[in-house]
């Protein structure tokens, strides 16, 4: 069996739900008429077999970067890419359904600074510039609960490694979750992966960002008693 897609790509295999219930008709003609306008170039393998890496310039200018990985509903992106105009926005999300939603927030306000890969933040890494990002975050991402699923949790080194490549030296790195054992793994593998964690009390850890968004993902556990974590990194 071959290692590799048809494209070229290698098989990477991906466990997050790509489509949930039917999208509205609507819905489904602001993913074809305008999610192609926010790409932030030529990522997948389709479009970019010999994994070029993106002109990222041709898109923002000289802005500085920042990036989501897997962005939900996109929430938390808009109201950034809204208080800070002058920075870039790169958003990941494989999931649709969340990508459609944030296609709606944009719809009645345009952020021009905003850029959207609706695929696996995988192949996005392949083809980002070295030491470009400036920022990233990582918010409530899938948990895995089982014990057998922890190596599909994003904070693994699979995932780490070609973001510490991306990262610019001394980028922000926050990663938020609900989940006590999502918050041990973090503590283990993101400083093994190059990166330090910046607390020095437990407010720290326990109080969000002065510029936090509490997202639907949040409030959800925080109605079902869960408690969040706010963990902030640096790259080194």
Not at 140 to 167: G, I, N, Q, S
Not at 190 to 197: D, K, S, T
């Amino acid at each position: 069996m071959s290692d590799t897609h048809p494209s070229g790509a290698p098989w990477r295999n991906f466990y997050g739900r790509l489509k949930g219930h039917n999208l509205k008709p609507h819905q489904q003609d602001w993913l074809e008429a305008d999610l192609p306008g926010l790409s932030p170039g030529a990522v997948t393998w389709e479009e970019n077999p010999e994994r070029e890496t993106l002109d990222l310039a041709a898109r923002f200018g000289d802005r500085p970067i920042w990036l989501e990985i897997g962005f939900g509903a996109g929430e938390h992106m808009y109201h950034m890419a809204k208080r800070n105009p002058d920075v870039g926005f790169i958003g990941c999300e494989p999931y649709l359904n969340g990508v459609a939603m944030l296609l709606g927030k944009l719809r009645r306000e345009a952020r021009p600074n905003i850029a959207v890969h609706a695929g696996d933040a995988r192949d996005l890494f392949d083809v980002l510039p070295d030491g470009r990002i400036e920022k990233s975050f990582l918010l409530y991402p899938d948990p895995w609960p089982k014990a057998r699923h922890h190596r599909r949790r994003f904070v693994t080194p699979e995932h780490l490694e070609p973001l510490h490549r991306v990262m610019a030296p001394d980028a922000e790195f926050r990663v938020a979750t609900d989940i006590k054992d999502y918050v041990r793994q973090t503590m283990q593998e993101v400083p093994r992966a190059g990166f330090e964690w910046l607390a020095e009390r437990a407010e720290d850890w326990r109080a969000p960002w002065d510029d936090w968004l509490s997202t639907r993902y949040e409030q959800k556990a925080l109605r079902e008693g869960r408690v969040p974590h706010y963990m902030t990194f640096r790259r080194v």
